[in-house]
């Protein structure tokens, strides 16, 4: 294979939790007594991989297409806004190899929760669950996250170029 006909890209995001909000991770409300802080829903696994997927094309930040100072994206569900950066992607002829992501959070416990957000995210973005890996860590206590004031997720996406294959 040629290496112009793949390409990777990384993606981080990290939101603060706070109460009355709810938690959404890749897609999917999770009952915890916090939610995470931001203009959107703050799905901050569905954030890294949409920034993963941009960086791969060298076609920004998800703050340059949804800017956080623009009240459409207020409250938007990001899945939503995944499948927007999907067809960009999509529309400069590349398909997506693979996923691998991990959150970092102290709590809730999200091991009942990943099949769901593979699930979801694979549906969103027409790929097989396979496709998408999610694994869940936490931070040992150290830090802000492993304080449990945030939670953060990083993601690597591999893009194949369909016009080259």
Same mark, same amino acid.
């Given at each position: 294979?040629?290496?112009?006909?793949?390409?990777?890209?990384?993606?981080?995001?990290?939101?603060?939790?706070?109460? +009355?909000? !709810?938690?959404?991770?890749?897609?999917? $409300?999770?009952?915890?007594?916090?939610?995470?802080?931001?203009?959107?829903?703050?799905?901050?696994?569905?954030? *890294?991989? =949409?920034? !993963?997927?941009?960086?791969?094309?060298?076609?920004?930040?998800?703050?340059?297409?949804?800017?956080?100072?623009?009240?459409?994206?207020?409250?938007?569900?990001?899945?939503?806004?995944?499948? +927007?950066?999907?067809?960009?992607?999509?529309?400069?002829?590349?398909?997506?190899?693979?996923?691998?992501?991990?959150?970092? *959070?102290?709590?809730?416990?999200?091991?009942?929760?990943?099949?769901? =957000?593979?699930?979801?995210?694979?549906?969103?973005?027409?790929?097989?669950?396979?496709?998408?890996?999610?694994? !869940?860590?936490?931070? %040992?206590?150290? $830090?802000?996250?492993?304080? %449990? !004031?945030?939670?953060?997720?990083?993601?690597?996406?591999?893009?194949?170029?369909?016009?080259?294959?």
């Amino acid at each position: 294979m040629n290496m112009t006909q793949i390409r990777i890209g990384n993606g981080y995001d990290i939101h603060r939790l706070v109460p +009355q909000r !709810a938690l959404v991770l890749g897609g999917i $409300d999770i009952p915890h007594e916090l939610g995470l802080l931001g203009h959107s829903d703050a799905d901050v696994l569905t954030h *890294a991989i =949409m920034d !993963a997927l941009l960086g791969a094309l060298s076609l920004g930040d998800i703050g340059h297409y949804f800017p956080p100072t623009d009240p459409q994206w207020f409250g938007a569900d990001s899945l939503i806004l995944l499948k +927007q950066v999907h067809q960009l992607i999509q529309d400069r002829s590349w398909q997506i190899g693979n996923i691998d992501s991990v959150i970092v *959070a102290e709590r809730p416990k999200l091991k009942p929760y990943i099949q769901p =957000m593979r699930d979801r995210i694979a549906s969103v973005l027409n790929l097989s669950p396979n496709q998408v890996g999610i694994k !869940a860590t936490t931070n %040992e206590k150290l $830090d802000a996250v492993g304080q %449990e !004031a945030g939670i953060a997720a990083y993601a690597v996406v591999l893009l194949i170029n369909l016009d080259k294959v």
